[in-house]
Nanobody, 116 residues
Framework: QVQLVESGGGLVQPGGSLRLSCAAS????????MGWYRQAPGKQRELVAA???????TYADSVKGRFTISRDNAKNTLYLQMNSLKPEDTAVYYC??????????WGQGTQVTVSS
């Protein structure tokens, strides 16, 4: 079973930056769509950004121009660079790997808090 482990969350002031990482226990990027989701208290989990095996990226409207999803295939690691953070970005961020034929995988989540 492939494991996804997130890191890089924390407390940051509005306008600041963070980079989240998601390390996969083996190379799955060629057959999975990789994505970042977030869930704020009292709200549903929502897609933040995703990248397909072919490299096509998708972003939620609320993060376009501020967040960038990327991956390092050699390190089996997915990233989310978050700039110009806002208090409304506060949430638990989850790494996700999706293959409609195989399965869907989730990481344990990492907390991001944007506050002064």
């Amino acid at each position: 079973q492939v494991q996804l482990v997130e890191s890089g969350g924390g407390l940051v002031q509005p306008g600041g930056s963070l980079r989240l990482s998601c390390a996969a226990s083996r190379n799955i990027f060629s057959i999975y769509t990789m994505g970042w989701y977030r869930q704020a208290p009292g709200k549903q989990r929502e897609l933040v950004a995703a990248t397909t095996a072919g490299g096509t990226t998708t972003y939620a409207d609320s993060v376009k121009g501020r967040f960038t999803i990327s991956r390092d295939n050699a390190k089996n690691t997915l990233y989310l660079q978050m700039n110009s953070l806002k208090p409304e970005d506060t949430a638990v961020y989850y790494c996700n790997a999706k293959n409609p034929i195989l399965n869907t995988l989730w990481g344990q989540g990492t907390q991001v808090t944007v506050s002064s």
